[in-house]
């Protein structure tokens, strides 16, 4: 697909310059002399700027800032812009001091930010799809890097071998296990994306929790031994009883809600008759092209679509305007 990598998260071809991550000292060196750190609260990035006005951007401090007394952990080395050096640390343990509304954050879209004392004006906490949108497209790798890294340290903090705890090396890349010697990698879960369609029509679904009348393209994740192609075919088998054939790769967006990478494919159906799985999705249909642009324009009677920033959004969107080439 030509346009790919316009999708949010498309990337920016950062410089992740993998090779300095060994080098402990040399990156010591740079967050001494002042090099950016992006505070990472609970996933949430520190935000300048307000998305109801536009024109948000990451909020960096350099090492030894206030805003960065609660971190337990060293700051994890993202890569480079233009040369700089950019890092990002965890600083969950801060409590904020207006009551967090603990249902809230988890939720689907947690509404709420959270301003630090330290950090300057206009500046707060943020849910990254509340953002993400609103980023250039090297905030938003940034960004989505250091969530889907910080979020993976967080969750094991022990060897998945022999159970001990382990600890960050590589600048925040690896954890290892200095009681087994085993080297553990940062996760990323294939998840295959479809946008299937039959003719004209164009084949959506919910799942339980989702926002009243939201609407979606089908995903699952990719199973261990299994391609992308045999993922779409029996995910949607599985989900609508639709048989589907041939099968194309169309782009991927990396989802750090928490750890997914995206891969979006296009299928043809073989089949029409819809019989939904309700144990994993409450509902599916087939929306015809005409019905699909009422949708965008927010007038359809029952549908709203896709969360804008998402690539299921990203795909319906292309394939209204014929461009999924
Ligand atoms: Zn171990």
Redesign the pocket.
């Known amino acids: 697909m030509r346009h790919a990598s316009g999708v949010t998260f498309g990337g920016s071809d950062l410089d992740r310059s993998a090779a300095e991550r060994r080098d402990a000292a040399a990156l010591a060196g740079e967050l001494a002399a002042g090099a950016g750190i992006l505070p990472v609260w609970r996933g949430k990035p520190l935000v300048a700027g307000d998305p109801a006005e536009g024109g948000c951007r990451l909020a960096l401090v350099p090492a030894g800032h206030g805003v960065l007394t609660a971190a337990e952990e060293e700051p994890l080395f993202l890569g480079r812009i233009e040369g700089a050096a950019i890092f990002a640390q965890d600083i969950s343990g801060w409590e904020p001091q207006e009551p967090v509304d603990e249902a809230q954050i988890g939720a689907f879209l947690d509404p709420t930010v959270q301003r630090h004392p330290e950090a300057g004006d206009g500046t707060a906490f943020r849910e990254l799809r509340a953002v993400m949108t609103q980023l250039s497209a090297r905030d938003a790798e940034l960004a989505a890097t250091a969530r889907a890294l910080l979020n993976w340290h967080r969750s094991h903090g022990f060897?998945a071998?022999?159970g001990?705890a382990s600890e960050i090396a590589e600048a925040g890349w690896q954890r290892r296990?200095g009681?087994?010697g085993?080297h553990h990698f940062p996760r990323t879960d294939p998840v295959v994306i479809m946008l299937i369609t039959r003719g004209e029509r164009v084949l959506l679904g919910r799942s339980p929790g989702w926002p009243e009348g939201m609407f979606s393209l089908l995903a699952g994740f990719v199973e261990p031994g299994e391609t992308i192609e045999a993922a779409v075919r029996r995910e949607v088998l599985e989900e609508t009883g639709v048989r589907v054939g041939a099968v194309d790769y169309l782009a991927a967006q990396p989802w750090p809600f928490p750890a997914s990478l995206m891969m979006g494919c296009r299928g043809e159906a073989v089949s029409d008759e819809i019989e939904i799985d309700p144990e994993e999705i409450e509902a599916a249909r087939w929306v015809s092209r005409s019905e699909m642009l009422t949708v965008f324009a927010g007038t359809h009677p029952e549908i709203r679509p896709a969360r804008r920033g998402a690539i299921a959004h990203f795909l319906l969107e292309a394939w209204l305007a014929d461009r999924l080439d």
Do not use: F, K, V
């Open positions: 060897c071998r022999c001990a296990c009681a087994c085993a």
